[in-house]
């Protein structure tokens, strides 16, 4: 998750009522999924694929909890749900070809929602509740809950993953990882809750039947705030619970680097078919603080194993422009494919940085996950819409999953101003093929009333 002063913002509109193509039709909520009287045929879906026609849909966050779902490449009718700012993820949890999907907290944070995938689309109307456990009250007044959440699939199960933050009085107090077991009519089967007394502000990520959770703020060996990345998979002799596989620090062997202070390890994570990408944006590069780096793990499910390859900075070898205080490189990152080159995998990776003078106007970097392949894009790269303006934000990254294996970059500048109005917001998509200096670079219209466009974009894990 984004650690940008946008989302952080964004994190605190805590609303999350459902809305269907508009901004003022609330739905009724009921605890289990309508009837769909034409399923979806069976099948492996497509990420983000909510009605199982073979294309991914756009999923692009606004401000004050808004996220508009775009039916494939149709951006004329948008359907728009409250998500509380956090990003809505795409899973399957009922092994239909029509994706599912995580939202964001309802208006008061008592429960986790899940819209269930069908040919029509998500069904927004038909939203699946789970209650959270560490939901109380007091004096009257609910405890608020700070969540983000994601799924995994697996031995016939699905489980819900939710990593939440307690907060009361403007002051974070305890941090948790609720697990949620749920049956093929995707009730509740089980509960299974973590805590982590020394934690906070948690990341979460899912690819195959592991979980990483981001610890950016803790301590490690003395040091504060260096993080730490935890993986978890299914236990072997009861699927329905995780067990912890290995934490990940800076220490960990074969990790390049140290850990210190302020690095902010698993600040952000990017999970795909074992390939873990893990932002550290407070890392600093000599005396340059927050210069930042991103490291990639090869993770191995079976044997609970993973191999570390070679960070990746602003200062190394083929890696557009330099290290600089305050970048923020990794500040959002995700994982694709066929982006640098044949079959290859792909880590696409924010920054907050200047551009000259200008500050937080943003750059996206797309390095190969093992080779030395990199490519770097500002608003002032050439066929990039727009121009870098302070505060632009350029740097929140996502993914559309392509049939062909190479994936749609997508890139969000949710700071954007236009025709004399601030924070409108942008989010640009590439052409769907292996980067090069000809790649068509195409603008998504903001929908009306909609401001921060772009404050997240995409829906993967």
């Given at each position: 998750m984004p650690l940008t002063p946008f989302a952080r913002g964004a994190g605190l509109a805590l609303a999350a009522v459902l809305s269907f193509g508009g901004l003022g039709s609330p739905t009724a909520a009921v605890a289990?999924?309508?009837?769909v009287t034409t399923p979806c045929p069976e099948g492996t879906p497509l990420e983000a694929d909510f009605n199982g026609d073979g294309r991914?849909?756009?999923v692009i966050g606004a401000d004050e909890g808004w996220?508009?779902?775009?039916?494939?490449?149709?951006?004329?009718?948008?359907?728009?749900?409250?998500?509380?700012g956090r990003p809505l993820r795409s899973v399957d949890l009922n092994g239909d070809t029509c994706a599912d999907a995580v939202l964001g907290p309802t208006d008061n944070d008592e429960f986790q929602e899940l819209a269930i995938g069908t040919p029509a689309g998500l069904a927004l109307d038909a939203i699946v509740k789970l209650a959270i456990p560490q939901a109380d009250w007091v004096d009257g007044i609910l405890r608020t809950l700070y969540l983000?959440?994601?799924a995994i699939r697996h031995d016939g199960l699905s489980q819900?993953?939710?990593?939440?933050?307690?907060?009361?009085?403007e002051s974070a107090f305890g941090w948790f990882l609720d697990v949620f077991t749920l049956d093929s009519s995707l009730t509740v089967v089980g509960t299974q809750v973590f805590d982590y007394p020394d934690g906070d502000s948690l990341s979460l990520a899912t690819s195959g039947a592991t979980v990483a959770?981001?610890?950016p703020y803790v301590e490690v060996?003395?040091?504060?705030?260096?993080?730490?990345?935890?993986?978890?998979?299914?236990?072997?002799?009861d699927p329905s619970k995780l067990a912890l596989r290995t934490v990940l620090t800076q220490n960990s062997r074969g990790v390049p680097g140290t850990v210190e202070a302020g690095d902010l390890f698993g600040g952000s994570l990017a999970f795909r078919d074992g390939r873990l990408a893990i932002g550290a944006p407070g890392e600093s590069s000599g005396r340059i603080r927050n210069a930042d780096l991103v490291q990639p793990i090869l993770w191995h499910e079976a044997t609970h194993t993973y191999a570390a390859y070679r960070s990746i900075t602003q200062d190394t070898p083929g890696v557009p422009g330099a290290d600089e205080k305050n970048d923020r490189f990794g500040t959002d990152v995700a994982v694709g494919r066929g982006i640098t080159a044949p079959g290859s995998y792909d880590v696409v990776i924010g920054a907050e940085e200047s551009i000259g003078s200008r500050k937080y106007a943003g750059s996206v970097t797309v390095a190969n996950f093992t080779r030395k392949l990199y490519r770097g894009f500002t608003q002032a790269t050439d066929g990039i819409p727009g121009n870098p303006q302070a505060g632009d934000d350029f740097c929140q990254v996502g993914i559309l999953r392509g049939a062909n294996g190479v994936d749609t970059v997508m890139i969000g500048a949710p700071g954007e101003d236009s025709n004399g109005i601030e924070d409108v917001g942008r989010v640009i998509r590439s052409n769907g093929t292996k980067l090069t200096s000809r790649t068509v670079w195409t603008n998504i219209a903001v929908p009306p009333g909609l401001r921060m466009w772009g404050l997240t974009v995409g829906a993967g894990n």
């Amino acid at each position: 998750m984004p650690l940008t002063p946008f989302a952080r913002g964004a994190g605190l509109a805590l609303a999350a009522v459902l809305s269907f193509g508009g901004l003022g039709s609330p739905t009724a909520a009921v605890a289990a999924p309508a009837p769909v009287t034409t399923p979806c045929p069976e099948g492996t879906p497509l990420e983000a694929d909510f009605n199982g026609d073979g294309r991914p849909e756009l999923v692009i966050g606004a401000d004050e909890g808004w996220t508009a779902v775009g039916n494939g490449d149709d951006t004329s009718a948008w359907t728009l749900a409250r998500t509380g700012g956090r990003p809505l993820r795409s899973v399957d949890l009922n092994g239909d070809t029509c994706a599912d999907a995580v939202l964001g907290p309802t208006d008061n944070d008592e429960f986790q929602e899940l819209a269930i995938g069908t040919p029509a689309g998500l069904a927004l109307d038909a939203i699946v509740k789970l209650a959270i456990p560490q939901a109380d009250w007091v004096d009257g007044i609910l405890r608020t809950l700070y969540l983000q959440a994601s799924a995994i699939r697996h031995d016939g199960l699905s489980q819900v993953v939710v990593a939440g933050t307690k907060w009361e009085d403007e002051s974070a107090f305890g941090w948790f990882l609720d697990v949620f077991t749920l049956d093929s009519s995707l009730t509740v089967v089980g509960t299974q809750v973590f805590d982590y007394p020394d934690g906070d502000s948690l990341s979460l990520a899912t690819s195959g039947a592991t979980v990483a959770v981001g610890e950016p703020y803790v301590e490690v060996k003395g040091s504060v705030s260096a993080g730490k990345v935890r993986l978890y998979t299914p236990d072997s002799t009861d699927p329905s619970k995780l067990a912890l596989r290995t934490v990940l620090t800076q220490n960990s062997r074969g990790v390049p680097g140290t850990v210190e202070a302020g690095d902010l390890f698993g600040g952000s994570l990017a999970f795909r078919d074992g390939r873990l990408a893990i932002g550290a944006p407070g890392e600093s590069s000599g005396r340059i603080r927050n210069a930042d780096l991103v490291q990639p793990i090869l993770w191995h499910e079976a044997t609970h194993t993973y191999a570390a390859y070679r960070s990746i900075t602003q200062d190394t070898p083929g890696v557009p422009g330099a290290d600089e205080k305050n970048d923020r490189f990794g500040t959002d990152v995700a994982v694709g494919r066929g982006i640098t080159a044949p079959g290859s995998y792909d880590v696409v990776i924010g920054a907050e940085e200047s551009i000259g003078s200008r500050k937080y106007a943003g750059s996206v970097t797309v390095a190969n996950f093992t080779r030395k392949l990199y490519r770097g894009f500002t608003q002032a790269t050439d066929g990039i819409p727009g121009n870098p303006q302070a505060g632009d934000d350029f740097c929140q990254v996502g993914i559309l999953r392509g049939a062909n294996g190479v994936d749609t970059v997508m890139i969000g500048a949710p700071g954007e101003d236009s025709n004399g109005i601030e924070d409108v917001g942008r989010v640009i998509r590439s052409n769907g093929t292996k980067l090069t200096s000809r790649t068509v670079w195409t603008n998504i219209a903001v929908p009306p009333g909609l401001r921060m466009w772009g404050l997240t974009v995409g829906a993967g894990n």
